[in-house]
């Protein structure tokens, strides 16, 4: 089975949203799908991250073409500025400078359904001619960037290919749609194209159930849930941190700021002195503005310790060794779907879990089945500070550890084999 597969992000790419694709590509051929990949030729990643590119098959084909991204030119007005923005860093509305409040206008207004869109008109061209010649005859696509999906929606209109809309994020609910200044007309824009490609593709997979839930209310589409998962890493053996260490591995965009979190935490070190002497709050990655202040805020500075991006393999490493793994997600009803990878990645690390997030949100359901760790809603300050001092009794008597279960099926050898029986049923 020929599978040609479109995506933005690739190695060189760094954080999450290239893995997923990296790691289906990587165990296809177990399944008797062959990948072809489509790539921009010349992309502007706001993370790069070379060690994922070992991990790509010497054997598939990968074509490049270019791609023209406005960015380049948006760093005329600040460098700074669109690099943060570009990573989804959005900062609260009172903090935003005049050029960020006139980037996140013409970002989201003038460019629907994002600044990738320049991509589809030449894509379409090169790919309809490439699909007729190699006999292809399934497509997948994959957002964000959305832009994507309307080169699957075009080349499913002029071709007669399966096309397959992968959805590793929502569409107009994810959680910075609201901060791009739409206007109403933009934001129609969007909820038009959202429909259209929904409609038009003869499969969806989405990565959380919340997400499925929230497009069958739009399509008649089947919609499968393909969750992110974990892949067994070869990294070093790693030693447990002698400090009592909480990492959080990952973006800590503005919106991802627990206080109430802080607060127990500052709370334990003033009076718990033990805890004050082995507490450690270890961030790996970007992290805003608002968060850092938070913490300085709540008198927390002298225990932080900031990573900045790393590579893939050591944050596995950081991962392994803390003694505890920070999950947040925004206090939202639009991200109580989101089931970001590094979840699965906690997992298995085999260290608890402490994840912050809103009502009924999807990923406190996995780590109840998979009993990886505990689950807060944001006003939880009690429950919170009890698990901390839990966990660093645990710590102190050198027993600190996550009994998981039930986590095979979510290994991404068993996940890609969920979706090579997908693209089978399309032969």
């Excluded at 997400?211 to 008649?220: R, V």
């Excluded at 202040?293 to 500075?301: N, V």
């Amino acid at each position: 089975m020929k599978v040609l597969i479109i995506t933005y992000y690739w190695p060189p790419a760094g954080g999450p949203g290239v893995q997923r694709w990296l790691k289906f590509v990587k165990y296809f051929s177990e399944f008797g799908v062959t990948p072809i990949v489509y790539i921009p030729e010349n992309p502007t990643y706001p993370l790069v991250d070379d060690s994922f590119t070992v991990e790509i098959p010497d054997d598939i084909t990968i074509i490049r073409k270019p791609i023209f991204e406005p960015y380049r030119f948006a760093q005329i007005f600040s460098r700074k500025d669109t690099k943060t923005i570009s990573k989804g860093i959005i900062a609260g509305k009172k903090k935003q400078s005049f050029v960020q409040k006139l980037l996140l206008y013409i970002r989201g207004n003038f460019f629907i359904p994002d600044a990738r869109k320049f991509w589809v008109k030449p894509s379409v061209k090169y790919l309809k001619k490439y699909i007729s010649e190699h006999n292809i005859d399934t497509i997948i696509t994959t957002g964000p960037p959305h832009s994507v999906h309307l080169i699957g929606k075009q080349l499913k209109e002029q071709t007669e290919v399966k096309w397959l809309a992968d959805f590793r994020d929502p569409w107009t609910t994810i959680g910075y749609h609201d901060k791009l200044k739409l206007t109403k007309r933009s934001l129609q824009r969007h909820k038009v194209l959202e429909k259209e490609v929904l409609t038009c593709s003869d499969q969806i997979v989405v990565t959380s159930f919340t997400t499925q839930e929230e497009f069958q209310d739009i399509t008649d589409t089947p919609i499968s849930v393909i969750t992110n998962g974990y892949d067994i890493e070869k990294v070093p053996e790693t030693i447990l941190d002698e400090k009592f260490t909480v990492s959080h591995i990952g973006s800590l965009l503005s919106g991802r700021n627990p206080k109430n979190l802080w607060k127990a935490i500052r709370d334990l070190t003033i009076e718990n002195k033990d805890f004050a002497a082995f507490f450690q709050l270890q961030l790996v990655g970007a992290v805003s503005d608002d968060v850092l202040l938070s913490i300085h805020e709540a008198g927390l500075s002298d225990f932080l310790e900031l990573k900045g991006y790393v590579s893939h393999q050591k944050a596995v490493e950081m991962q392994r060794s803390s003694q505890v793994l920070l999950l947040v997600e925004i206090d939202s009803e639009q991200t109580k779907c989101i089931i970001p990878g590094k979840l699965f990645e906690y997992m298995i690390s085999k260290r608890p879990i402490l994840a912050i997030g809103p009502k009924d949100a999807d990923i406190s359901k996995l780590i109840a089945e998979t009993n990886s760790g505990n689950f807060f809603e944001y006003h939880e300050y009690a429950a919170i500070k009890t698990q901390l001092l839990h966990y660093f009794k645990h710590y102190q008597e050198k027993n600190l550890v996550s009994q998981v279960t039930n986590i095979e099926k979510y290994s991404r050898r068993e996940l890609t084999k969920q979706l090579a029986i997908i693209i089978e049923e399309f032969e």
